[in-house]
């Protein structure tokens, strides 16, 4: 019995579900080490639990660690949706209840987590106005318990844990997103590579069907009539009848040889007619993306490319264009353009995005990187891009504005 073939989207999908489980495990421990010495007070001294205030922490400590398996946290490393909003509000409430109920300095780490969900579920404005929030609401019940220094320099210090937490989270989330919607781009393109393969072999099939119908269908009718009619007859129109059925016999094995070479001819790439469409293509590489919005542009005279090796080079190209504005230029918009340019073909992709970071100026030797003269951190994927077009005589070029976007040039020599 085969074996069922391996899902690529399911090693992303549970490397994101055991993240999730991670980060929960991770904020329930630091809450019972925050909460540890006073835990252990009341173990020895348990008559405190009579207090009200002592059984109101207990009870607000269990909702806070109890939330991070709440049924509206799931969506970890996703935008804040509505399920979420509730529970985040009820986690920071929760751990303001916990530090103005008992004020000690060590309780403020339970801001830290709440700031850390924050980073993780909005956008880092919203998420620094919630830490600042959290922050000022504590400030006054720090200040009147430790006194003005004391209190303002552990409000500064856990207000800094809080920042570093919301953007480390907040970086961690946005990588999750980016794989997300990355292997979702993948399963796009799978399912219409197959689709499109699918549809092409059938129009293949029903051509071939209707060459050889056209071709074999008159010559096999005429060619039965006439051994019909030799069958019946004798002497010379017997003979006249095998002649002419001789006769259609060659032509059609002439015919089908005719309908076979051509075939052949259109496959190999000889027939315009087989060329790929890059403009469907290039379009169907855009689909399932959201951000960045793709705007492509195909020269009239270049809709179709002959050559097959060439095409895919192009194609591959944009494809890695694409991936790199998905990934690291938080651009809102992506334009793609193939032309004519300097005797060959081109395809320039250029975004709005952040650019690429500079790590200093080019080594001796080392080949152009950009027309600002700055030297960035080439990938796997451009590297790829730019040994697949050398090896056809092409050659790629890239320009980082910081701040402004990111163009990349990928260029071929007519055939």
């Known amino acids: 019995m085969a074996e069922p073939l391996p899902n690529p989207d399911a090693a992303p999908a ?31 001294d348990p008559a ?10 207990l009870a607000a400590f269990a909702a806070f660690v109890g939330l991070f398996w709440w049924p509206g946290a799931e969506s970890v490393g996703a935008e804040c949706s509505k399920p979420q909003l509730p529970v985040l509000g009820l986690h920071a409430l929760l751990a303001l209840a916990l530090i103005w109920l008992v004020p000690a300095p060590l309780f403020a780490i339970f801001l830290v987590i709440v700031a850390a969900g924050l980073g993780d579920a909005l956008r880092p404005s919203a998420a620094v106005a919630g830490v600042v929030a959290l922050t000022l609401a504590v400030a006054p019940i720090f200040v009147s318990t430790h006194g003005w220094r004391d209190g303002l320099v552990a409000l500064s210090a856990f207000l800094g844990f809080q920042l570093f937490a919301v953007y480390a989270l907040h970086t961690a989330g ?59 007859a004798g002497g010379e129109a017997a003979d006249r ?14 015919d089908v040889r005719q309908v076979v070479g051509r ?26 993306i959201d951000r960045p919005r793709l705007h492509v542009e195909v020269a009239p005279d270049l809709r179709r490319v002959d050559d097959p090796e060439r095409a895919a080079a192009l194609v591959r190209s944009a494809q890695e264009m694409i991936t790199n504005a998905v990934r690291h230029s938080g651009a809102d918009n992506l334009w793609i353009a193939l032309e004519r340019r300097d005797g060959g073909i081109a395809v320039v992709g250029r975004d709005d995005g952040q650019g690429a970071p500079v790590k200093g100026e080019p080594e001796k030797g080392e080949p152009e990187k950009g027309d600002l003269g700055q030297s960035i951190e080439m990938g796997n994927g451009l590297r790829g891009m730019g040994e697949r ?13 910081p701040g402004e976007g990111f163009e990349v040039r990928a260029w071929l020599p007519e055939a």
């Open 174 to 232: 946005s990588e999750r997103r980016a794989r997300r919607a990355l292997a979702g781009v993948n399963r796009e393109l799978r399912e219409t590579r197959a689709r499109l393969a699918e549809t092409s072999r059938a129009a293949e099939r029903l051509r071939i069907a209707r060459d050889l119908h056209d071709v074999m269908g008159h010559h096999l009718t005429a060619l039965s009539l006439n051994l019909e009619a030799a069958r019946h």
């Open 241 to 254: 009848h095998v002649e002419t059925a001789h006769g259609l016999a060659r032509r059609l094995l002439a």
């Open 14 to 44: 549970a490397g994101a579900a055991a993240a999730e489980r991670r980060l929960r495990w991770v904020g329930v421990l630091t809450a019972m080490a925050a909460a540890a010495p006073f835990l252990l007070d009341l173990v020895e």
């Open 263 to 288: 075939l052949r001819r259109e496959e190999g790439g000889a027939d315009g007619a087989g060329g790929i469409d890059l403009a469907d293509a290039l379009a169907a590489l855009g689909v399932g």
């Open 389 to 401: 077009l050398e090896r056809l005589g092409g050659r790629m070029a890239v320009s980082n504005r």
């Open 48 to 57: 405190t639990l009579a207090e009200p205030r002592n059984a109101l922490w």
